[in-house]
């Protein structure tokens, strides 16, 4: 199938904002997701967007949806040392069980690097 | 608390030597998956399962069985495994309702020397 594309790297500063782009390919997700992933450890959901909805904000996160051109971003603000992770984006892809029974599908992950 | 517990967390082993990677859940979720994390290639399905006695072929099945027998159990097996299944192993697992979020477990590193 299609991917879901993410740039592979991006570096900061701390206490600039930090924007990962994704383009996903389904159009009718309902969900689409941001994991993090630390070094060394599994994935962790950081936020989800429902597709009916432009932008969602959850303290420093904010997600933005652009359904009409299939992208999503996640913007960090006031990034630290702590957010240097592997982020991924992810969307729900109808399988054998249809809707939202489908499948995560997600992007190769972009590595955040903050420096001091 | 809510787990997804894999083991073992870190295999060495060798070509052929059938081995069985574990994955228990204690939210009675439906739904359980296995998914394997390469350099470069991002995280990529291997199999899934929607319900006891129910599984589906992911984008990398092939060399990989698994059973869901149980509703918290859902192994991987490896029946003669190869160096290009050296990897980084997740099981993920999810109700099939609502906002569908993964709870990943914390990973199985295997080498295939």
């Known amino acids: 199938g299609e991917d879901v594309e993410q740039s592979l790297f991006l570096s900061v500063r701390e206490g600039d904002s930090s924007v990962i782009n994704c383009t996903y390919t389904?159009?009718?997700?309902?969900?689409l997701y941001w994991y993090k992933q630390e070094p060394g450890a599994g994935l962790q959901l950081l936020t989800y967007?429902?597709?009916?909805?432009d932008m969602k904000q959850d303290q420093r996160l904010t997600v933005l949806l652009n359904k009409k051109d299939k992208h999503l971003s996640l913007r960090i603000a006031d990034t630290q040392t702590g957010d240097s992770a592997i982020y991924f984006c992810?969307?729900?892809?109808?399988?054998?069980?249809?809707?939202?029974?489908?499948?995560?599908?997600f992007g190769k992950g972009t590595k955040l690097s903050v420096k001091p | 608390e809510a787990q997804v517990t894999q083991n073992p967390r870190y295999l060495i082993t060798v070509t052929g030597k059938k081995l069985t990677v574990t994955c228990s859940q204690n939210?009675?979720?439906?739904?359980m998956s296995w998914y394997r994390q390469d350099p470069g290639l991002g995280l990529r399905q291997i199999y899934y399962?929607?319900?006891?006695?129910?599984?589906d072929k992911g984008d990398v099945p092939e060399g990989y069985k698994v059973s869901r027998k149980e509703k918290r159990n859902f192994p991987l097996i490896l029946e003669s495994p190869s160096p290009n299944q050296t990897s980084l192993y997740f099981c993920?697992?999810?109700?099939?309702?609502?906002?569908?979020?993964?709870?990943f477990g914390a990973g199985s590193r295997l080498t295939v020397l």
């Open positions: 389904d159009s009718s997700s309902t969900y």
């Open positions: 399962s929607m319900n006891v006695e129910v599984t």
């Open positions: 939210m009675n979720h439906e739904y």
């Open positions: 967007i429902f597709s009916n909805m």
């Open positions: 992810a969307e729900i892809r109808n399988g054998n069980y249809g809707g939202s029974q489908g499948n995560l599908i």
């Open positions: 993920a697992t999810r109700r099939v309702s609502g906002a569908n979020v993964l709870t």
